[in-house]
């Protein structure tokens, strides 16, 4: 089984809005932050938003303003929400989080395999 698994993306018009879900197992969702990564066209992944197990968000300024992370711990989900979309978001998005692995703490990284969206001008 997969430890996050995304959903939601597609093919929006410019302005737009669309919901991107990421469904976590178990051991993925009670642990660090989780975060939504893209990698747009020939650049290299960028961080979008993040949630803390506590409902703490940060979001990076490209969306900053048009975009919401929440988390839903009764489904072990966390969504992204995007309005007034642009061109410039046409991305892969992914899921990610830090799973710890032992009593000491170490931890391996988990990415979903991620969702496409594309925002057509």
């Known amino acids: 089984q997969a430890d996050l698994v995304e959903s939601g993306g597609g093919l929006v018009q410019r302005g737009g809005s669309l919901r991107l879900s990421c469904v976590a197992s178990?051991?993925?969702?009670?642990?660090?932050?989780m975060k939504w990564y893209r990698q747009c066209p020939g650049k290299e992944r960028e961080l979008v938003a993040s949630i803390s197990t506590a409902g703490t968000a940060t979001y990076a300024d490209s969306v900053r303003g048009r975009a919401a992370i929440s988390r839903d711990n009764a489904k072990n989900t966390v969504y992204l929400e995007m309005n007034a979309l642009k061109p410039e978001d046409t991305a892969v998005y992914y899921c990610n989080t830090r799973v710890v692995v032992n009593v000491e703490g170490a931890f391996v990284e988990v990415w979903g395999q991620g969702t496409s969206v594309t925002v057509s001008s």
């Open positions: 178990r051991r993925a969702f009670r642990g660090d932050r």
